[in-house]
């Protein structure tokens, strides 16, 4: 029922289904058929996806079945794709940097308690369509550049105003951080925890705050957070 409903949202923004390993679906949008706008698609995919999840969370508690979570994890950028395999059998499927970066985000997730997590190059190719929060900079497992992480919160209409609170305090929180002021860091994201006791991102930034204040990084530390698992 998960897999189908999932699915189903995908196909409705035209994505292509690559395959389905365990509980996981892997898609990508802009192949076999060109769409400009594949990230706008793809991110507006992943909000209904959380949307329909909700719905059927509170479907599955009057069946007392288990409550389903997802995580997402989106990029966008140039990758291989087509039939690849054998001459005797193939895949119409996807490879490069670009879908590896992809895939280690969704592993991100687990570090802040978020969701769904998009890369810099998708933001800055659907900023305008979006509601973010401005994770982090990180260094995932096998890649050297840091990548900017924005947790993906809904459409911009639809966002209340504790949240946007929350993203707010969040945001200077991050600025202090970066600059190494862990004290005014710290209070900030405890406003936001006051916002919401729940907020993953603001709790793993405070636990970082604090292990900082007892280990400071060096004046030469440049803010990138560095994942140490997939």
């Keep these: 029922e998960f897999l189908t409903e999932m699915t189903d949202v995908i196909l409705g923004y035209e994505g292509t ?9 892997i898609a990508f949008f802009g192949a076999p058929a060109i769409l400009e706008d594949h990230a706008i698609r793809a991110c507006r995919a992943c909000i209904d996806m959380q949307v329909k999840l909700v719905g059927l969370r509170a479907k599955w508690k009057t069946e007392n079945r288990p409550e389903l979570m997802m995580r997402i994890g ?3 950028g140039s990758a291989v794709v087509g039939n690849m395999g054998s001459k005797s059998r193939m ?3 996807m490879m490069g940097d670009t879908v590896n970066t992809a895939a280690r ?8 308690g978020t969701y769904t997590m998009i890369s810099d190059t998708v933001y800055r190719a659907a900023k305008d369509d979006v509601f973010v929060r401005e994770l982090d900079a990180i260094k995932v497992v096998g890649k050297g550049e840091p990548v900017v992480i924005y947790e993906l ?7 209340d105003d504790v949240v946007k609170s929350v993203v707010e305090h969040y945001a200077e929180g991050l600025l202090a951080y970066r600059n ?4 005014e860091a710290l209070s900030h994201f405890s406003a936001a925890l006051s916002l919401d006791p729940h ?4 709790q793993t930034m405070t636990n970082r705050c604090q292990e900082f204040k007892v280990s400071p990084p060096g004046k030469d530390w440049d803010g990138v957070f560095t994942a140490s698992s997939k």
């Design 17 to 25: 289904v690559d395959k389905f390993e365990g509980d996981a679906i």
């Design 180 to 183: 190494q002021r862990w004290d």
């Design 105 to 112: 985000l969704e592993g991100v997730n687990k570090v802040y």
């Design 199 to 202: 907020d993953g991102p603001s």
């Design 91 to 93: 895949d119409y499927t």
């Design 74 to 76: 989106l990029n966008t």
């Design 153 to 159: 919160l809904g459409y911009p209409g639809d966002v």
